[in-house]
């Protein structure tokens, strides 16, 4: 099993910045893709950006430019840096990883809010 533990929401104007943080636990070694999601009130989840065990990565339209994901894995830490961010990107953000086998795991999600 993994273990997933966020930290780094918060409050936040538009135009400012965050950096949130996900400590992983656990068989570690098993990970294949490192993700985070995000859900705003009525809206469907949305995946932000993910990073592979290769480096590879991805974002959604809506943060390229915004948002970097990142690792650390002597910390066995990710990383997203956002960046000049707007109302619309208020939510909860959950980071997940994905082992080889194909098993999901989560964290508990954490509140971003941008607001003035």
């Known amino acids: 099993q993994v273990q997933l533990v966020e930290s780094g929401g918060g409050l936040v104007q538009p135009g400012g910045s965050l950096r949130l943080s996900c400590a992983a636990s656990g068989i570690i070694f098993s990970i294949n893709t490192r993700n985070w999601y995000r859900q705003a009130p009525g809206k469907e989840r949305e995946l932000v950006a993910s990073i592979t065990n290769g480096g590879s990565t991805y974002y959604a339209d809506s943060v390229k430019g915004r948002f970097t994901i990142s690792r650390d894995n002597a910390k066995n830490t990710m990383y997203l840096q956002m960046n000049n961010l707007k109302p619309e990107d208020t939510a909860v953000y959950r980071c997940?990883?994905?082992?080889?086998?194909?098993?999901?795991?989560w964290g508990q999600g954490t509140q971003v809010t941008v607001s003035s």
């Open positions: 997940s990883v994905r082992l080889f086998d194909r098993r999901d795991y």
